[in-house]
């Protein structure tokens, strides 16, 4: 075994069959979903309109498949009001919320990258 994978953790995280990567990435690849998951986690819930007003340049359908992803995958719950108009509204579900460290992680490496240059 390599010096860099003497580490338990790398070692378990380069390991393919442990490793929960390639899945975590299915789940919230793509600038869609983590945009989507953000603004969930951080701002709270939101109206179908309201999340694609705040994502400059996504698309009502390709909003409507992240979301239905995001749900399928426990990452974003769905409540339908039974009014008229229908009301839906979106927020993240105890997993998504969950990730939050993880975003506070990416602002935080991008805040310390961009102060090393």
Not at 20 to 40: E, F, S
Not at 79 to 101: F, I, M, Q, R, T
Request: net charge neutral; proline share 5%.
């Amino acid at each position: 075994m390599s010096e860099a994978l003497s580490d338990p953790v790398q070692t378990r995280v380069a390991d393919d069959d442990a490793c929960p990567a390639p899945r975590v990435i299915g789940m919230i690849g793509g600038k869609w979903k983590l945009l989507i998951l953000q603004i969930l986690i951080f701002q709270g819930t939101k109206r179908f309109g309201e999340l694609r007003k705040s994502i400059d340049g996504i698309t009502q359908t390709m909003l409507t498949n992240q979301l239905r992803a995001l749900e399928a995958d426990g990452l974003v719950t769905r409540k339908v009001y039974a009014e008229v108009p229908p009301k839906v509204e979106y927020s993240a579900s105890a997993d998504g919320l969950a990730l939050a460290p993880v975003f506070t992680s990416m602002h935080d490496w991008w805040v310390n990258r961009s102060a090393g240059s």
